[in-house]
């Protein structure tokens, strides 16, 4: 059985920066488009960012650009999600997600984790 486990999360100042980590255990996912999502309270899930499964090809979500980092280390089955000049409006439970291709539709992921909080103080 796939597990994905998020960690990294945490409280962070305005401006500040955090490391979110999804490894996963069950299945060796180097050949499959890794994801991050996220979803703040009264708020659907939107998207983030997504990385191919060789880490060439990237997508990020607009509000983000500039600003988020993904990618991955397909040795130790882990992305990550270098998240620099955070604002209070990032604020939310940031999910990891396996996709077969690189989307922005939560709809194309199959695979999910539980979510880490991320908090920002403004």
């Known amino acids: 059985q796939v597990q994905l486990v998020e960690s990294g999360g945490g409280l962070v100042q305005t401006g500040g920066s955090l490391r979110l980590s999804c490894a996963v255990s069950?299945?060796?996912?180097?050949?499959?488009?890794r994801g991050w999502f996220r979803q703040a309270p009264g708020k659907e899930r939107e998207f983030v960012a997504t990385?191919?499964?060789?880490?060439?090809?990237?997508l990020y979500a607009d509000s983000v650009k500039g600003r988020f980092t993904i990618s991955r280390d397909n040795a130790k089955n882990t992305i990550y999600l270098q998240m620099n000049s955070l604002r209070p409006e990032d604020a939310a439970v940031y999910y990891c997600?396996?996709?077969?291709?690189?989307?922005?539709?939560?709809?194309?992921?199959?695979?999910w984790g539980q979510g880490t909080q991320v908090t920002v103080s403004s």
């Open positions: 997600a396996v996709s077969a291709v690189v989307s922005s539709d939560a709809f194309s992921y199959a695979w």
């Open positions: 990385v191919s499964s060789s880490g060439d090809t990237t």
């Open positions: 069950g299945r060796t996912l180097s050949s499959y488009v």
